[in-house]
């Protein structure tokens, strides 16, 4: 038994936050349907695609699902949808979409066909605007404060870690609401905006208050960890390395591991500094940075990963996305975490599962995502209860299809 | 009542991910009492700090909690630590920390007091060695496809994206969890390592798969929208916005917005492309935006702004921390996200609620972080039932203490 078995959840959405929501919850072991129209979704062919155009993106973000195909601009066509998404079972009744509730997806229409759904929206702002990663992530601060300090002009994030975060607060927010449902029999209509996902995060980080008690905006300190000591250091046969101090622990075995230990002593008496408070090792950060700097470019990376790692040390190697699956034994199939799967269409690839162990519940296998359309009927005919007759007469009035790669 | 009204998990934690986990249930409704020792816990006087050198960050992400204050180098102090973690309760015993989980905060002892405790345990690495979201980051791609195409040095991300995501997925991970506990009632032990979290959306958005089935390493884009269109452009009066046309609607938007059509129907005669097409959008990134420069050079941003917005066109300001606070209206009172809240010892700042609304459900109203200790009598005499006595005798012998700022 998996951690989540027996729980349904339908999808209507596209992109990275509503598909990532279920697919993090597929993982877990629910059972997520995911409805498309019959030519694909928005993101059907979002890059990066294979040769023959078919996505990696949408392959990723739609593992372990469901795939159902149906002509969605036919009165038909949203009818089975919303069939679907209101079918009856104690584990079943909950909703995800990022389009505008309204119509068909309009909460107290699809209520009246099951009074006690759970339905998450994800908006762009509050007020129903639209806002992508990209737009959030321009108007909260981050790229102005990202990139070397005397550089003037943005450096947007390619993590889009809005839309992600979005996907994991609005799986959180489906199980608070199940559990809710579970003790007290109703349903609910959750929103959720994007642009809040980030307003918030900029709260709790400090970021706001840091403004309005201190006076302060965040300046550009480049590679540097802020009000702590961490930074990046070539190699003497370059390549790169990040280590990082965050608590005083770390600060000691860094300079154990490098040595450094009386340079730091003399620069704490030179400057009247006390380097085992995170704040004077960021006020130092670049005389730190400059004793530590000769350490690593007189070391190969293998030299200086023996020693920093006797010390046991807090550090990083920077790889490209080819390098990391390379080289890296985490990123490959000697960790538990990754599976080779076969996905239909596109070949074999590494394979995440959830990256959460459970001790005493089956791991989910990791899984391929689906052809579009290739649940259509087994939908139809496990969730809906149609007969394979109704089926047929669906697929010849063009209302559903089935699986064609 | 609020949606997870009832729930009680404990902490033992530091830093973003675990806090940051816990800080979202307590928004949800959640009792959340975090035990730390007498000193404060490794995060205590983590950056940003006021004048006075309370913590921000601290406030932040422990906004909503109980604060416990134990002497957890004495016996006797850990076996009141391991009380509260495991005391009765249907909608008690919920455990998270990213401590090395041993001695005291071994699961199995742990599990020998309350058998069906549910404890998340937050690792660097699988295999339990340190990782910082700032040394998985660089490991794992992005840094070095991040910036200036031109750009070879890597550049950090300065959100911890990786810590933050981490935490909502122990969110779910825990709350997936309890629904399993209340089904079958068995308790859980969840490991969920920092440097999987990033592997796993390595895979998930198809970096590993462009890499094993396309062959391929991300490029550097700049700020380029990769496989779409979305770049940044200076106004007349040297504002910054960031554009985006991800899907097909959103590009006929923004062509109809800046008139751009026709020299867009030139350019794709000339070069034999379909901006119907997103891959084409992206061929023809510099094209594009080399004709949408001069328009936004043309206008102030209030005057772009009005013909984007009459078009509906997906569009963003580039704001710093300070614009952002001061000038939008979606970072002030006036969106119900925010609350104007008193932090004790630091003053009054807008403060965020949980960026999820539940339409059936009370709203949790936005909190304050507490002051280290403030509820180590409440919980002492609520959740272990001590008498007022009890309690006195353990101050006595200094191993609690309460609040003091």
């Known amino acids: 038994m998996t951690i989540l078995s027996g729980l349904r959840i339908t999808e209507c959405a596209a992109f990275i936050a509503g598909p990532f929501a279920t697919m993090s919850l597929a993982a877990l072991g629910a059972e997520v349907i995911r409805i498309d129209p019959l030519e694909g979704g928005l993101d059907y062919c979002r890059w990066p695609v294979t040769a023959s155009g078919r996505s990696l993106y949408w392959a990723g973000l739609n593992k372990g699902k469901k795939s159902v195909s149906i002509d969605l601009r036919s009165a038909e066509g949203r009818d089975l949808a919303q069939a ?17 509730a309204t119509g068909w997806l309009d ?52 993590l889009p870690a809005w839309d992600l975060l979005c996907g994991m607060t609005a799986a959180t927010g489906l199980l608070a609401a199940e559990r809710h449902r579970r003790r007290h029999g109703v349903g609910q209509l959750l929103k959720i905006a994007l642009s809040d996902i980030a307003l918030a995060v900029v709260g709790d980080l400090g970021f706001i208050a840091e403004v309005q008690i201190n006076g302060d905006d965040r300046a550009r300190h480049g590679n540097h960890i802020f009000g702590a000591f961490g930074h990046d250091f070539e190699t003497l046969d370059g390549r ?38 995170e704040g004077d090792r960021f006020a130092a950060r670049d005389a730190l940075a400059g004793l530590l700097s000769p350490w690593f470019a007189s070391r190969t990376l293998a030299e200086a990963a023996a020693r920093l790692d006797a010390e046991r040390a807090c550090w990083g190697l920077y790889q490209t996305f080819s390098e990391l699956v390379h080289d890296d034994p985490r990123c490959s199939s000697a960790s538990t975490l990754f599976g080779q799967v076969d996905h239909p269409g596109i070949g074999t690839t590494l394979t995440p599962r959830t990256p959460i162990d459970f001790a005493a519940c089956d791991p989910v296998p990791p899984a391929a995502g689906p052809i579009l359309g290739q649940h259509t009927d087994e939908v139809l005919l496990d969730v809906l209860k149609l007969s394979s007759g109704q089926v047929a007469a669906l697929h010849d009035k063009g209302i559903v299809a089935s699986a064609g790669l």
């Open 107 to 158: 909460y107290e229409a699809l209520k009246r066909r099951r009074g006690d759904l759970i339905m998450a929206n994800i908006l762009g702002n509050r007020d129903g605007s639209t806002a992508l990663d990209y737009t959030v992530n321009c108007a909260v601060g981050f790229p102005l404060a990202t990139g070397a300090p005397d550089g003037s002009t943005p450096t947007n994030h390619v």
């Open 240 to 277: 790169r390395v990040m280590v990082a101090a965050v608590s005083l622990g770390q600060w000691k075995t860094l300079c154990k591991a490098t040595g450094i230990a009386e340079a730091v002593a003399a620069l704490e008496q030179a400057a009247g500094l006390d380097m085992a408070r």
């Open 84 to 100: 679907i998404i209101t079918a009856p079972g104690e584990d079943a009744g909950m909703f995800i979409t990022n389009f505008p």
